[in-house]
T-cell receptor, first 115, second 115 residues
Framework: AQSVAQPEDQVNVAEGNPLTVKCTYSVSGNPYLFWYVQYPNRGLQFLLKYITGDNLVKGSYGFEAEFNKSQTSFHLKKPSALVSDSALYFCAVRDPDTGRRALTFGSGTRLQVQP | EAQVTQNPRYLITVTGKKLTVTCSQNMNHEYMSWYRQDPGLGLRQIYYSMNVEATDKGDVPEGYKVSRKEKRNFPLILESPSPNQTSLYFC??????????????FGPGTRLLVL
């Protein structure tokens, strides 16, 4: 079975400070990992993914994430937060070795960036 | 512009009155799916389809039906809606080729209220 956990319901950070949104996963094989962002009254927008290769993945809007196999984590990071980064962030996983096609999503983390 | 569209965006209905939410994608994707989003639960998959006339249940299929008669369209049908189906619904699509094809694209969402 595949699962993903986002341990923080909300993360608060001041504008200009670095931000981290945490994600841990559980799969039986090698995971495909994703981050999506949801702005109010909008659909989910793709930020970045890890499929294979370099453990540090760079994505849209200056975000990056590091795949850590030993800690089964895929934390989302940004060096300097913007107020406009305030949104709901979802981590998702798929285990391609199981044949399961669906993504499993975490419960989401609300990021609040204060001016 | 590559996109997934859903209609309607907002819908208020009463218990038992059949409804259909349409979904269409213009990216020639084989894989399409429906999710529901509920607070604290993230997104959960309802149904998915790997190609025309090939549909299967996701994690929460009870009370829903789908069809895939054309590659671009994947409607979600609620034959007899109940209040516990009040939710935010997302349609998504992706290719099946692996790598970059793994990115799912989401529609803007349909907010459904069943009275």
């Amino acid at each position: 079975a595949q699962s993903v956990a986002q341990p923080e319901d909300q993360v608060n950070v001041a504008e200009g400070n670095p931000l981290t949104v945490k994600c841990t996963y559980s799969v039986s094989g090698n995971p495909y990992l994703f981050w999506y962002v949801q702005y109010p009254n909008r659909g989910l927008q793709f930020l970045l993914k890890y499929i294979t290769g370099d453990n540090l993945v760079k994505g849209s809007y200056g975000f990056e994430a590091e795949f850590n196999k030993s800690q089964t984590s895929f934390h989302l990071k940004k060096p300097s937060a913007l107020v406009s980064d305030s949104a709901l962030y979802f981590c998702a996983v798929r285990d391609p070795d199981t044949g399961r096609r669906a993504l499993t999503f975490g419960s989401g983390t609300r990021l609040q960036v204060q001016p | 512009e590559a996109q997934v569209t859903q209609n309607p965006r907002y819908l208020i209905t009463v218990t038992g009155k059949k409804l259909t939410v349409t979904c269409s994608q213009n990216m020639n994707h084989e894989y399409m799916s429906w999710y529901r989003q509920d607070p604290g639960l993230g997104l959960r998959q309802i149904y998915y389809s790997m190609n025309v006339e090939a549909t299967d249940k996701g994690d929460v299929p009870e009370g829903y039906k789908v069809s895939r008669k054309e590659k671009r369209n994947f409607p979600l049908i609620l034959e007899s809606p109940s209040p516990n189906q009040t939710s935010l619904y997302f349609c998504a699509s992706r290719g099946m080729g692996g790598g970059n094809q793994e990115t799912q694209y989401f529609g803007p969402g349909t907010r459904l209220l069943v009275l």
